[in-house]
C-alpha cells in the first residue's frame, strides 16, 4: 500500500462514506465528507449524498418566510404594479407604432403625437421602477430577518443538545453549518426568492398579454418550453447530488483546518507538517472536484436555456413575419409579441438559473436542520425536585454504564460521599474516572443502578437545579473572550467584585492577575491564548471557587501547574472544599493522600477503596502506583 493509499485510508475511517466514493485518478475528487477531523465517521450516517428531502426542507424555509407577512404583502403589491407597469408601457408600443409611426392607411407618422406616447410610457416605467425598488428592499429585509431567526433556532436548539452530541460531532463541521450553509440560504432568501417571485409573476401577465396580441404566435413560443423545463430538470438532478457533496465536503476541510490550527504546535513538535498537507490535500481536491462538478452543472443552465431562447425567437419572428405577409397582421403587433417572447423566456431563463443556487441552499439547509431535528435532553419531569439548596450527600448505587450499549465502561458501581468530604478516584487511563464524574451533573444518562444527592435520585432532579449546585474543573482549561474578572465571574453571574478577587486568591491567581496589564480588567484573547497553560488552569479553578455549588469535582485540576503552584493551591482547595463535597480525579498521588477515601478503578470496577494509610497497608495495586512499582498507563 503507498503513503497516499494509506492516507486516504485513514481519512475513511475519520470521515466515513464520502471518501469511499473518491477516485484515485489524478485530478480527480479526493477524499472529503461529512464530519471534521477527529469525527472518525461520526457524521456519516447524518450527510446525505443528495438532497432526499426537498420538499420538505423548502416547506420549512418557506415557514420562516412566511412570518413575515404584512412585508410580503406589501412586496406582492409593489411586484404586482412592477409587472404591470413593465408590460403595460411594452403594450403601448403596439399603438404607438400603428397610430404615430407607421400608420397603416399609409399616412405620414405624428412626431408631437410620437412625444407625448413617449413620455406616457416613460411615466409608467417610472411607477414600475419605484415599485421595484420598494419590492426588492421588502424582501431583502424578509431575507435577513429569516435568517437571523434560523441562526438564533440553531443556536438556541444547540444549547438544548446534551454533550453526547458534541463529543461526537468535529466543531468544524458544526461552524460550517453556522456559517457556509446558513450563508447558502441567505443567498436564496435575499436574491433568489426576489428573481423567483418576481419571474413568476412576469410568466403569466407576459402569456396573458402575449394569448391576447396573437394566440397562433403564443402556441409557437410555448412549444419551446417543455422543452427548457426538461433540460433544466435534467441538469438539476446532476447539480443538486454534488451541491449535497460540495456542503459536506466543505464541512470536512473546516474541521481539518480548525484542527490543524489548534493543534499546530502537535504538528510541529512531530514533524508532522507534510503528512498534515498531504491530507489536506486529499480534503482540497474532493471539495474542488465537487465544486467543478456542481458548478459545470449548474454553469451549463445557462447556455442551454440561452439556446433554447434564440431558438425561440427566431421561430416566432419567422412565423410572425410570415402572418404579417399572409394574413395581414400589423406591425406593431408584432413588435409587441417580440418582446413579448423575449420578456417571456427571460424569467424561464431565471427560474432554470437559480436552480444552482436553490439546490445549494437546500443542501445546506438539510444539514442546518439535521441539527436542529437532533433530540435535545429529555425534558425533566413536570415534578421534578428543585430544592433552593442541596446539601451534597451522594450516593452511588450499582451502577453501571457506556457510552454505546455493548461496551460498559462502569461495571456495579457504589460508592458515597458526605457534605465536607474529599473522594478520590485513581486509575490507569480509560478505567472510567471521568465517566463518574460525567454522570453526576446528568451530562449522561444512567443504564443501570442509579445515583441520589440527598437521597432523592438525579433522575428525578431539575437539569438547572442540579448543575447549579455542581461545579467542575476540568484538566482540559476552557476561558472565554472577555477580560479575567468576567471569567472567573462565570461562575456565579452575581458574584461581586470582592467575591471575584477572594476566589482569585482561594485559587493562588490573585498574585499574577495582580501583575497583568490591567489587573482584573485585562482583556482575554481567544481561550486565553495570551497566558500560560497553569495560569488558565489558576483561572479555571477560581471560576470554581466563586460558584456556591455544595459539588464540587476536580477532574486533574492541577496538572497543568507547577509542584510550588500546586502546593499553594492545595493549600487553597482545602478552604474551599470544608464545607464541599470534592470528587478528585488524580494521576499525582500525592495530592490526593488527604482524602476521606481512595477509589482505585480497573476496567471499570472499583478494586480498592480506603484511606492512603489503609490502602498502603492493603499493598495491592495503589501500594504498586504509590511506590512506583506500578505506573498509571
Known amino acids: 500500500m503507498t503513503r497516499e493509499e494509506r492516507l486516504r485510508e485513514s481519512l475513511k475511517r475519520r470521515y466515513g462514506k464520502m471518501v469511499a466514493a473518491a477516485s484515485k485518478g489524478p485530478g480527480g475528487p479526493g477524499p472529503g465528507g461529512p464530519g471534521g477531523p477527529g469525527g472518525r465517521g461520526r457524521m456519516a450516517a447524518q450527510q446525505k449524498v443528495k438532497p432526499k428531502q426537498t420538499g420538505e426542507t423548502i416547506k420549512r424555509i418557506m415557514a420562516y418566510v412566511l412570518d413575515e407577512k404584512p412585508r410580503l404583502i406589501v412586496a406582492v403589491i409593489c411586484a404586482f404594479l412592477n409587472i404591470a407597469s413593465q408590460l403595460g408601457a411594452s403594450y403601448m408600443l403596439r399603438p404607438i407604432i400603428n397610430t404615430y409611426i407607421a400608420p397603416a392607411d ?20 417610472a411607477i414600475g421602477i ?55 440560504i441567505g443567498n436564496m432568501l435575499s436574491s433568489t426568492l426576489i428573481s423567483l417571485f418576481t419571474a413568476a409573476l412576469t410568466i403569466v401577465g407576459t402569456l396573458s398579454l402575449m394569448i391576447y396580441t396573437s394566440p397562433i404566435l403564443t402556441v409557437v413560443t410555448v412549444a419551446v418550453v417543455p422543452f427548457m423545463l426538461f433540460a433544466a430538470r435534467k441538469i438539476a438532478e446532476f447539480s443538486a447530488k454534488y451541491f449535497a457533496k460540495q456542503q459536506s465536503s466543505l464541512g470536512a476541510i473546516n474541521g481539518y483546518i480548525e484542527e490543524a490550527v489548534t493543534g499546530q504546535k502537535v504538528i510541529k513538535v512531530f514533524n508532522h507538517e507534510q503528512t498534515a498537507m498531504d491530507e489536506f490535500n486529499i480534503l482540497n481536491d474532493e471539495l474542488r472536484a465537487n465544486q467543478m462538478k456542481a458548478q459545470f452543472f449548474g454553469g451549463l443552465m445557462g447556455p442551454v436555456m440561452n439556446f433554447s431562447t434564440q ?14 405577409i399572409l394574413r395581414g397582421f400589423d406591425i406593431g403587433g408584432l413588435t409587441v409579441f417580440l418582446n413579448y417572447s423575449r420578456q417571456f423566456n427571460r424569467p424561464v431563463n431565471e427560474i432554470s438559473m437559480t436552480i444552482t443556487s436553490v439546490f445549494s441552499a437546500i443542501a445546506g439547509a438539510e444539514r442546518v436542520f439535521a441539527v436542529m431535528d437532533t433530540p435535545s435532553e429529555p425534558a425533566d419531569d413536570e415534578d421534578a425536585y428543585a430544592p433552593e439548596r442541596i446539601k451534597g450527600d451522594i450516593v452511588v448505587e450499582n451502577v453501571s454504564f457506556g457510552y454505546t450499549p455493548e461496551k460498559l465502561i462502569l461495571k456495579n458501581i457504589s ?45 428525578h432532579y431539575n437539569r438547572e ?36 478577587i477572594s476566589a482569585a486568591k482561594i485559587a493562588s491567581a490573585d498574585s499574577f492577575i495582580k501583575h497583568m496589564p490591567h489587573g482584573y480588567h485585562t482583556v482575554i484573547d481567544a481561550d486565553g491564548s495570551n497566558l500560560s497553560q497553569g495560569q488558565r488552569q489558576l483561572l479555571n479553578i477560581a471560576r470554581a471557587a ?29 478552604r474551599l472544599m470544608s464545607d464541599r463535597t470534592t470528587f478528585v480525579i488524580a494521576h499525582r498521588l500525592s495530592t490526593v493522600r488527604d482524602a476521606n477515601a481512595i477509589m482505585v478503578l480497573e476496567h471499570g470496577v472499583i478494586i ?12 495491592g495495586r495503589y501500594y504498586e502506583l504509590y511506590t512506583g512499582k506500578a505506573e498509571l498507563d
Open 465 to 500: 437545579v442540579l448543575r447549579n449546585n455542581v461545579t467542575m474543573v476540568l484538566q482540559e482549561s476552557h476561558l472565554f473572550s472577555g477580560t479575567i474578572m468576567e471569567n472567573i465571574r462565570y461562575g456565579r453571574l452575581d458574584a461581586t467584585d470582592e467575591e471575584v
Open 415 to 459: 460508592a458515597y460521599a458526605h457534605p465536607g468530604q474529599k473522594i478520590a478516584f485513581v486509575g490507569s487511563t480509560g478505567a472510567g474516572k471521568t465517566t463518574v464524574m460525567n454522570l453526576l451533573p446528568r451530562f449522561y444518562d444512567i443504564g443501570e443502578g442509579k445515583i441520589t444527592i440527598d437521597g432523592v435520585d438525579i433522575r
Open 130 to 184: 419605484v415599485g421595484t425598488y420598494v419590492q426588492a428592499k421588502l424582501l431583502l429585509t424578509v431575507g435577513q430577518n429569516c435568517l437571523k431567526r434560523m441562526r438564533e433556532d440553531l443556536f438556541n436548539h444547540m444549547q438544548t443538545l446534551p454533550v453526547k452530541f458534541y463529543d461526537t460531532n468535529p466543531r468544524g463541521d458544526l461552524m460550517s453549518r453556522f456559517t457556509n450553509d446558513i450563508d447558502n
Open 546 to 574: 466563586v460558584s456556591k455549588a455544595p459539588i464540587l469535582i476536580l477532574d486533574e485540576a492541577t496538572s497543568s501547574v507547577d509542584t510550588r503552584t500546586e502546593q499553594l493551591i492545595q493549600q487553597g482547595m482545602a
Open 106 to 125: 399609409g399616412s405620414p407618422g405624428d412626431p408631437r403625437g410620437l412625444a407625448g406616447a413617449l413620455m406616457f410610457m416613460l411615466l409608467v416605467y
Open 311 to 324: 431558438i425561440n425567437y427566431t421561430l416566432t419572428a419567422v412565423v410572425g413575419g410570415t402572418l404579417c
Open 608 to 619: 480498592e477503596r480506603g484511606t492512603h494509610e489503609q490502602l498502603l497497608e492493603m499493598k
